[in-house]
């Protein structure tokens, strides 16, 4: 079950039996050339008008984007789930670059003040995943959730560490993975480490190599933060459309069907970072693949 929080479209939340989910946005929802993302054009777009105008596509063809962070409140315990891309952050494209949002605000009137977060999750270490790990505090970049610990899949870390050849991945790491070790607040961890009851990682390569999906289950029933395993719903339409942002397009179309049929069989609610307007979504299939529905 979701519901729109405080009258306005940032804050959504959903229920998965004793676990509640509340979605953060971090910039307003935007259109882009779907070309610009996606392995595919506004025509097939515009062929699925009928599902994906207006929370998901322009009538133009253009595809709409969010990028939000996501709270798990689980045990006891508040778990924030890919921290979009943080402020006052040198960043290409130009679109992410030096910005200036009320995002820490935002979090603090959805009642998650950053001092109240007890653990970070990044599915992955792209710009729009971990950039709100750090923020500026006299000159330095310091962890922004001083009382958590944040946890990065082992093979994801050395992937973005040794990743230093491109300049934009190498400061990525210098300015919101690196700070978080040296104030000894990370735990490199395999996918199968004790999260908190009911909350578990999932490994789901393919956009990056190491990059892990959330699973929650609680009361029977299942939702599944994935990361950029899937960035639109034309996706679960044609699940062989890959990013063009992808470091294996091959075993990343694998693991985006294997999700996609799961998460169909049990009528999970799934969340990707990027679906726009009511984001978390069941599966209907239609045709050969799937359409979404609101969750
Ligand atoms: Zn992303």
């Known amino acids: 079950m979701s519901e729109a929080v405080a009258g306005t479209d940032a804050f959504r939340r959903w229920t998965v039996g004793d676990i509640r989910i509340t979605r953060i946005l971090e910039l307003p929802p935007m259109a882009f050339d779907p070309a610009d993302f996606l392995q595919t054009t506004r025509e097939e777009v515009l062929r699925r008008r009928a599902w994906l105008v207006p929370d998901y596509a322009t009538e133009a063809g253009d595809i709409i984007?969010?990028?939000?962070?996501?709270?798990?409140?689980?045990?006891?315990?508040?778990?924030?789930?890919?921290?979009?891309?943080?402020?006052g952050k040198p960043r290409v494209p130009a679109?992410?670059?030096?910005?200036?949002?009320?995002?820490?605000?935002?979090?603090?009137?959805?009642?998650?003040?950053?001092?109240?977060i007890d653990f970070v999750l990044c599915t992955h270490l792209h710009v729009d995943h971990c950039g709100w790990n750090t923020m500026l505090v006299d000159g330095r970049w310091v962890p922004t959730f001083p009382n958590a610990r944040y946890f990065f899949a082992r093979g994801e870390f050395e992937h973005a560490r040794v990743d230093g050849s491109d300049p934009n991945a190498r400061a990525i790491f210098e300015d919101s993975v690196q700070p978080i070790v040296d104030a000894g607040l990370a735990d490199l961890i395999e996918p199968d480490h004790p999260i908190v009851e009911g909350v578990r990682l999932e490994a789901t390569p393919g956009h990056t190599p190491g990059h892990c999906s959330v699973v929650i289950s609680s009361g029977g029933q299942q939702a599944i933060l994935t990361g950029d395993v899937i960035h639109h719903p034309i996706q679960t339409s044609m699940p062989d459309v890959s990013s063009n942002f992808c470091w294996d397009g091959e075993i990343g179309r694998a693991t985006r069907r294997a999700m996609l049929e799961r998460v169909a069989a049990a009528r999970a609610i799934m969340i990707p970072p990027h679906f726009a307007g009511p984001t978390g979504v069941y599966l209907t299939p239609d045709g050969e693949a799937w359409r979404v529905e609101e969750a």
């Open 65 to 87: 984007l969010h990028f939000q962070a996501f709270i798990i409140e689980a045990g006891g315990k508040r778990i924030m789930v890919d921290p979009c891309i943080g402020n």
């Open 95 to 116: 679109a992410l670059d030096m910005l200036d949002t009320p995002f820490l605000q935002r979090l603090e009137s959805a009642g998650f003040p950053r001092e109240s």
